[in-house]
């Protein structure tokens, strides 16, 4: 027997006791609140969320009448880790991907981006040090992340 869509409407205000369930998103994902997924345990779930921000691991949801709890985790995504000989290289790199729009996630000695063979070829001949992981995906949420229009 199936069990029926899990109908997740609710957003925890703090994280709450330990969840029920986990529902791993990519960081695409994550920035849309509505439609199915799946929790890794492959269980249907429906998200009815309102539309006031992208989820972030570790946001809590929940179903109107409380009965299930589901913690949003980041999923694996296949990445490109970016190094530099110097700290101007990296930041010259950041530049030049932020000019593309391109979604990146910083650290002091690296950045991290989605897979991209024609932004991989990019920054090759720019002379940066280019590797493939698989890892979740954290990318900056940008000078406006959580800015409503009214």
Known sequence: MTQAVLVLDQRLAARA??????LPLTADERSVVRGRRRTDC??????????????????????AAGTARVEVTAAT???LRVRATSALALMQAAYHLGNRHVALELHEQDLYLLEDAVLATMLESRG????RCQRPFRPEG?????HQHG
């Open 17 to 22: 006791d330990q969840a029920d369930l986990l």
């Open 77 to 79: 995504e296949a990445l």
């Open 142 to 146: 940008g000078a406006y992340a959580g």
């Open 128 to 131: 940066l040090q280019l590797s």
């Open 42 to 63: 492959g269980r249907e779930v429906l998200l009815q969320l309102p539309r006031d921000g992208a989820l972030q691991p570790g946001d809590q949801l929940s179903d």
